[in-house]
């Protein structure tokens, strides 16, 4: 158990136990930093660049960063928020994000973090890569189109052996994640439920599942990402 | 003549969708119609622009050498240039078929499809003059012509293009809602 630290975020004085994540101690402190690669409970990646902050005047990622004594952090300035919104604009550019006939819109925080920031129009040229859609899995389909390869699912997801069922393959602009055959060969519902739930997008999904909660009923229909805090 | 404002709409590569949802506007309609006047739309069946107008209400990108040319002229005509929907703001659905080359996508449709193997038994994809040639992919239209706004939902919102368009043509200010601001 670590001593308990004081800190600031954008002037406010916060307290964390020292050596805590910077996301998780502003989380604590009621403050929103922005996180789409980031997942509660498994070791950070820093990948997104979307929880990017101002600490002690030089950029970091909040995820991969710990909290010490009276560091000073900048996270809702004007130019981080633009920084973000352009974070999201690229994503969304990169891939195929077509979000009326996607099964995760609604619950997708690439697509509240787009409504956060108000994206109305991608200032990046829209790419269309071809990308393949994998669905021998009995309880999986892997849309690689939505893949925005955060590795949140190869991080967070294991099965009972504790081996990651998802791995990357593939290198560059055409790396993408790949099911492993025999770690997720008979799964459980559950295990296929949480893939699914850990994808921040809509790039895995549980078969047969789909749809089910209504449009208005649905995650960030009503509330912005963040808006919890 | 009044000073309404002018206003004109299209549907390029779009279902129709954009335009349903500004009927969704309901009884506001009415208080619109004193607002604009509507020149060249589905909804008059104009065919052609026939003045200068002051608002272009675009759906649908572009799929075809048509709606390149349309959208040509509505840009040349409309002081100001609306992308509504993600058809026209990202190619929408119709662009799903950009990441597969154009010639795969109409041998699949004209000749290996299930539902054409046997109507189209002289092996025809289609190449008449006079239909609009189909582009290599679909363009979202800011990548053609320079647009002005962008109003996201598949379809938006009615209230989103109503309390737009009203603050558009009333001259008041404007900001996005929450709870109209989707992309599905």
Not at chain 2, 63 to 83: A, G, P, Q, T, Y
Not at chain 2, 85 to 90: Q, R, S, T
Request: charged content about 25%; overall charge neutral; proline content about 6%.
């Amino acid at each position: 158990m670590g001593t308990f630290v004081k800190f600031y975020i954008d002037g406010k004085e916060c307290i964390a136990r020292h050596g805590t994540q910077l996301v998780k101690a502003a989380c604590e402190n009621n403050i929103y930093i922005p996180t789409l690669c980031n997942y509660p409970g498994i070791p950070p990646k820093g990948a997104c660049r979307i929880c990017a902050v101002i600490v002690n005047d030089k950029a970091v990622t909040a995820c991969t960063t710990k909290v010490s004594e009276s560091i000073v952090v900048h996270n809702n300035t004007p130019e981080l928020e633009k920084f973000r919104k352009s974070v999201v604009e690229m994503l969304l550019s990169e891939g195929n994000h077509f979000c009326p006939s996607c099964e995760k819109s609604g619950t997708c925080e690439l697509q509240a973090l787009a409504y956060r920031y108000r994206v109305t129009v991608s200032g990046f040229p829209y790419m269309f890569p071809f990308r393949e859609i994998e669905a021998w899995h009995p309880k999986l389909m892997k849309d690689h189109n939505r893949c925005i390869q955060c590795k949140r699912c190869i991080r967070g997801i294991k099965n009972d052996q504790r081996k990651s069922i998802f791995a990357f393959g593939k290198r560059g602009t055409h790396v993408e994640i790949n099911i492993d055959h025999d770690a997720s060969e008979g799964i459980s519902d559950e295990l296929a439920q949480r893939s699914m739930d850990i994808c921040p997008v809509g790039a895995i999904l549980r078969k047969r599942k789909g749809f089910d909660v209504p449009i208005g009923r649905r995650k960030y229909d009503n509330k912005p990402i963040g808006s919890d805090l | 003549m009044t000073d309404k404002k002018i206003i004109a709409t299209i549907s390029l590569a779009g279902c129709f969708g954009c335009h349903m949802s500004l009927l969704d506007i309901d009884e506001r309609l009415l208080e619109f119609i004193e607002l604009v006047e509507f020149n060249r739309s589905p909804l008059t069946d104009i065919k052609k622009i026939t003045r200068e107008c002051d608002i272009g209400f675009i759906e649908g990108g572009c799929c075809n050498d048509e709606n390149v040319e349309n959208l040509i002229e509505f840009r040349k005509h409309c002081k100001v240039l609306i992308s509504v929907g993600e058809c026209a703001i990202m190619g929408g659905i119709p662009a799903i078929r950009n990441t597969i080359p154009l010639k795969e996508c109409l041998e699949e449709a004209y000749l290996n499809a299930s539902t054409t193997i046997k109507s189209n038994d002289k092996k025809i994809i289609p190449g008449d003059p006079d239909i609009p040639k189909i582009l290599d992919r679909v363009y979202p239209c800011h990548e053609v012509v320079k647009i002005d706004y962008f109003l996201p939902g598949c379809p938006p919102r009615a209230d989103l293009l109503w309390e737009f368009l009203y603050a558009l043509v009333t001259g008041k200010p404007f900001e996005f809602k929450y709870q109209t601001f989707k992309f599905d």
